[in-house]
């Protein structure tokens, strides 16, 4: 019989031992309670439980047979497992209808039931992390094997050349060089041309809308900015590649200046423009809880208004300041689709933002869909790309979130 | 003190200028950041808008025998350059299904080649002089005429332009959207009323707390390597299929539901749920008949922002193989399948200008998409908005 089939069947049956236990459980409380017994729950609570103690140990063993079988590879057939699931529904229910006794706290067990099942989605979140780490790491490490990790980090050329020969029984992939330090240089120089765009535009943006403006401006402003940060990532790249990259080689010609069509200027402008809005938002929150007194305080003593933003507000709100950068570092590092199609494919150790460079983002996608074995260097490169990667934006984001917490601990602030 | 009365104003006057000059820099640089905004959506409008307008031929179109086998005989000699080849190519199919037509002739409105459309367009074409000629002539005649350009809406992906369409890809957005939020709202849900409603404030609960925060700062490629890495080499889900991307999609979203699902749990107030106990509810009794209700236009608009920000991710799909060049739409959730985005990152890659015009027509239908979602979730906010 087909797989399909047979759960269709399983789940049919399943509803019908559910349906039962549902009417079973509660005939046989509303017959004890008619009896005049008092109850410690109502008819219904002891319905739901019996359902719940009937369809949950045949949903969990099947869910456990399932994952034995895919993850042990065990041989288990789908038939045994469903009909043993489908005896331990029947266990449920018996056990379940015996338990219908007025002394029995039914809406308290299903309490208990409810909370395990809503704690168990919590740790879905946990199991991603886990996820994502054991991914990495466990290619990443197969990628180790073949090339050291210190030819890694600090190799100064980028050529997997040959290395799917290799996997695929030719040549010795000798020729292959896997040293990341260009590609890092690379993702660098184009966050470091975001981050000039974006923090400067962000950050005073910020002080406008929280410091001057009317407050109809910032009504519109603030989702006129949250526009910017909706578009999606792709959108961007084209238009870096398409509109800004012309341009900039255009300027580069009047001054005389030769810059290639997939420099990282264009890429870099763009995703500064992308991540405005995410630094204009999180100061924007920083700056308002800096409280009012020290403003008050500030012009008491005589200051512009200028100076008490340059002078009082702005250090003050300066861990946020920076927890808000941060966190715009770490999203243009891990960015892709921007640097995949306007930036360059051939790894390039300059500090000329008018050439052509490649970023770790752009290799990881470039190894990943080409044509090769999942087994080659290549492929398994990008695992250990991607691992650097996940270390570097994780350290972002800790030190981001820890400076966060020492501005919300200074100024008592909840709302951050 | 040698300051007299003048200097001292002299110097305010300055301080005061500079005080000025602050504020005009920083009104400066928002209006720097509307003005990408703007630039943006000019580019994007000027280059997208006339992938919605096509140029059409009228052909006379003759079924005769040797259009059976060969069907450039259906036509004029001197049209086919201008009609687009996909049309030429379906007269011996469409002949072979219905043989009664053969020796019949119609008069009809066809594609014309994309080259010849780019040309009417005023972009750059690889026509010559010789061959512009001749299709001015048939444009003064009336021969050739733009419209409104429906197969781009009705057809799939296809090498050939004017006959390449967004369906397909609308298609599988929609399928991959399915999965994510069929998989992504009930647990983001649960977890966030777990969080909120019933978790003990101890050191499990702020390792969840602090992971969830975590995963929302992953840049997006890293969950396209845990979706290669695990669920289609591990758990063999087909490869380019709409259950691999929303998967992937889905817990990229889940921190987004779980972030804005607590924000709205919060803001039901103590009180509704103190009555609640007061009368004798239990947690969960509190939770599903008062708690959820009252938060529940919250997480539809987080909900729905979620889903606009998944709807725009390209990166990781590209990663779990859903670049796939698909040229019929397929409702299915195992067979391969693309998404808008992906489709537009093809498209980009394609070296003929009128592929220009359909990516940044392809970004327009995104974008119109994308805005309206993240504009009904601002409506609904607006609508159900309660103070307390």
Same mark, same amino acid.
């Given at each position: 019989m087909q797989t399909n089939q047979l759960l269709l069947i399983f789940c049919g049956a399943l509803l019908l031992l559910g349906l039962l236990a549902f009417f079973a459980g509660r005939s046989k409380a509303t017959r004890i309670r008619s009896a005049g017994t008092a109850m410690y729950a109502q008819p219904d609570q002891y319905a739901w439980f019996t359902v719940l103690s009937t369809a949950g140990p045949a949903v969990l063993v099947s869910a456990l047979g399932a994952f034995v079988l895919l993850l042990m590879g065990a041989k288990i057939p789908t038939l045994y497992l469903l009909a043993a699931s489908l005896v331990m529904a029947a266990i449920g229910l018996m056990v379940s209808l015996n338990q219908v006794k007025p002394d029995f706290h039914a809406r308290q067990a299903m309490e208990l039931v409810i909370r395990m099942i809503l704690a168990s989605a919590a740790l879905i979140s946990i199991f991603t992390t886990f996820g994502i780490l054991f991914s990495i790491i466990s290619e990443a490490l197969r990628f180790f094997q073949m090339h050291s990790f210190w030819e890694f980090i600090t190799g100064t050329t980028w050529s997997p050349g040959a290395s799917f020969l290799a996997s695929a029984g030719r040549g010795d992939g000798s020729g292959a060089e896997f040293g990341s330090v260009p590609l890092f240089a690379g993702t660098f120089m184009i966050t470091a041309i975001a981050m000039l765009v974006a923090v400067p535009v962000g950050l005073l943006s910020a002080i406008y809308m929280s410091e001057y403006a009317p407050s109809q401006v910032r009504t519109i402003a603030k989702p006129v900015l949250e526009v910017l940060a909706g578009i999606p990532t792709v959108v961007y790249g084209f238009f870096a590649a398409i509109t800004v990259a012309p341009i900039i080689v255009t300027l580069a010609g009047f001054l005389g200046l030769d810059a290639s069509y997939n420099n990282a200027l264009a890429p870099g402008i763009v995703m500064g423009i992308m991540i405005i809005p995410f630094i204009s938002s999180l100061s924007d929150d920083v700056i308002n809880s800096v409280p009012d007194t020290m403003r008050q305080g500030s012009l008491a003593l005589g200051m512009t208004k200028g100076e008490t933003i340059r002078d009082v507000v702005v250090p003050a709100a300066l861990p946020g300041i920076i927890s808000a950068t941060l966190l715009g570092v770490s999203r243009a590092m891990g960015e892709t689709m921007i640097v995949v199609m306007a930036a360059g494919m051939r790894p390039n150790l300059t500090a000329n933002p008018l050439e052509d460079m490649t970023t770790v983002t752009v290799r990881i996608v470039a190894a990943l869909t080409?044509?090769? =074995?999942? =087994?080659?260097a290549e492929t398994l490169s990008a695992f250990a790309l991607g691992l650097m990667l996940f270390i570097v934006t994780l350290v972002l984001n800790l030190v981001s979130v820890l400076m966060i917490r020492r501005f919300r601990e200074k100024y008592r602030v909840n709302n951050l | 003190m040698s300051n007299t009365f003048d200097d001292i104003s002299q110097q305010l006057k300055r301080r005061h200028r500079k005080s000025t000059r602050l504020k005009w820099i920083t009104m400066g640089s928002l209006g720097l950041a509307g003005l990408f905004l703007v630039l943006f959506f000019a580019d994007m409008l000027n280059k997208g808008l006339p992938a919605f307008q096509q140029a059409y031929i009228q052909v006379e179109i003759n079924y005769n025998e040797e259009a059976e086998t060969d069907g450039r005989q259906a036509f004029e000699e001197e049209f086919l350059p201008v009609i687009s080849r996909t049309v030429v190519r379906t007269i011996p199919l469409e002949l072979r299904n219905n &043989?009664?037509?053969?020796g019949a002739s119609t008069n009809e409105w066809v594609l014309v080649d994309s080259e010849v459309d780019q040309y009417l367009k005023g972009n750059r074409s690889s026509l010559d002089p010789e061959q512009e000629a001749a299709i001015d002539a048939l444009v003064e005649s009336g021969k050739v005429e733009m419209r409104f350009n429906t197969t781009f809406f009705t057809n799939g992906d296809s090498k050939i332009a004017e006959y390449a369409g967004i369906l397909s890809a609308v298609v599988g957005t929609v399928m991959t959207m399915i999965v994510t939020l069929a998989i992504s709202f009930p647990i983001g849900v649960m977890t966030a009323v777990y969080l909120e409603e019933f978790a003990p404030d101890n050191r499990f609960t702020q390792i969840i707390e602090i992971n969830i925060n975590n995963l929302a700062a992953i840049p997006s490629i890293l969950f396209g390597l845990l979706g290669l890495a695990i669920f289609i080499n591990f758990f063999g889900v087909p490869r380019s299929s709409p259950i691999a991307g929303g998967m992937t999609l889905a817990l990229m979203t889940l921190p987004v539901i779980i972030i804005s699902t607590r924000a709205a749990l919060r803001s039901v107030p103590e009180s509704i749920r103190h009555a609640g106990f007061g009368v004798g509810c239990s947690r969960w009794q509190v939770v599903r008949d008062h708690v959820l209700p009252l938060a529940m236009p919250g997480i539809m608009t987080g909900s729905i922002i979620g889903l606009a920000q998944a709807m725009g991710e390209t990166a990781p799909l590209i990663i779990v193989g859903m670049v796939a060049f698909i040229p019929d739409a397929s409702v299915s959730f195992t067979d391969a399948a693309t998404v808008m985005p992906a489709q537009i990152f093809t498209w980009s890659? !394609? &070296? !003929?200008?009128?592929f220009v015009e359909k990516t940044a027509g392809g970004i327009l239908v995104l974008l119109a998409i994308l805005i309206s979602l993240n504009a009904s979730a601002v409506v609904l906010r607006k609508k159900f908005e309660r103070r307390w």
């Open positions: 080409g044509d090769q =074995e999942f =087994e080659s | &043989p009664d037509m053969v890659g !394609e &070296p !003929e200008q009128a």
